[in-house]
């Protein structure tokens, strides 16, 4: 399963994403792009590019399988769920939102949890925080996430709570944990994220100096490696 463990071949991307080097693993991806790709190595390319802030690459990947209309494709077949997830996010990813809506709401999040994520995203666009809460929450006790799945949907609880009903005070909690169990080193981009909402947090409560500190962590980690923020390429 793509989520699960990149192919041997594409490890160093996998890495790479998981650092936060998005510049390194956009030019991996691209170089792994131009070499001849089966049907599993497209889903798990299209996966990274995903992941590594590169949705029309995906897209590209995956057009010959998924059709938004959910008809199996003449030549290959049905897509599997697996397809169809990374389909969705690719559309989110060049905002496409109702077209991403319709591609994930058709698949059982049960089935394949990094949906219950992928779905907050999408609700998060049109302002649906509140919608999103229990999906989430849901997820959350999902016994077969990954380590990043899982950290994305504590992420996404506590933004949900932030914005939509203002449970100040959860989302302080989910977040200040969210950002102790990452580093910059490991899983960068969810830590800068967590930092970012209890910078929030903190401006909604009028705590001006708490969310200066929460800012000026996120500074000092953009001044050290630069090349954590995101290059938005095809």
């Known amino acids: ?7 041997k071949a594409y ?14 693993a956009q030019s991996l991806i691209h170089r792994a792009s131009r070499t001849k790709l089966g049907r599993a190595k497209r889903l798990q390319l299209a996966y990274l ?20 209309d959910g008809r199996a494709s003449a030549k290959r077949g049905s ?19 109702t077209q991403a809506r319709r591609v994930l709401e058709a698949i059982d999040a049960r089935k394949l949890p990094r949906v219950y994520s992928l779905l ?12 999103a809460i229990p999906s989430l929450r849901e997820g959350l006790e999902h016994p077969k996430l990954t380590d990043h799945e899982r950290l ?15 449970e100040f005070k959860e989302a302080r909690e989910i977040l200040e944990k969210l950002a102790e169990d990452t580093s910059a080193e490991n899983f960068r981009r969810v830590h800068l994220e967590a930092c970012h909402m209890l ?13 200066e500190r929460w800012l000026d962590r996120m500074e000092g980690l953009f001044a050290a490696e630069p090349d954590s923020v995101p290059r938005l390429v095809a």
């Open 1 to 7: 399963m793509a989520a699960k463990s990149a192919h």
């Open 199 to 211: 910078a929030q947090e903190a401006y909604h409560r009028q705590d001006n100096k708490r969310a």
């Open 49 to 68: 590019s995903n992941l590594a802030f590169m949705p029309a690459r995906a897209l590209e990947l995956l057009q010959s399988v998924v059709r938004i």
């Open 79 to 97: 897509a599997t769920d697996e397809e169809r997830a990374e389909y969705g996010r690719a559309l989110y990813g060049i905002g496409a939102n």
């Open 120 to 131: 907050a995203s999408v609700r998060f666009r049109e302002w649906d925080w509140n919608t």
């Open 11 to 24: 490890k160093p991307i996998q890495d790479a994403i998981q650092a936060g080097q998005m510049g390194q």
């Open 152 to 166: 994305l949907i504590r992420q996404d609880l506590g933004i949900a709570l932030l914005h939509g009903p203002g």
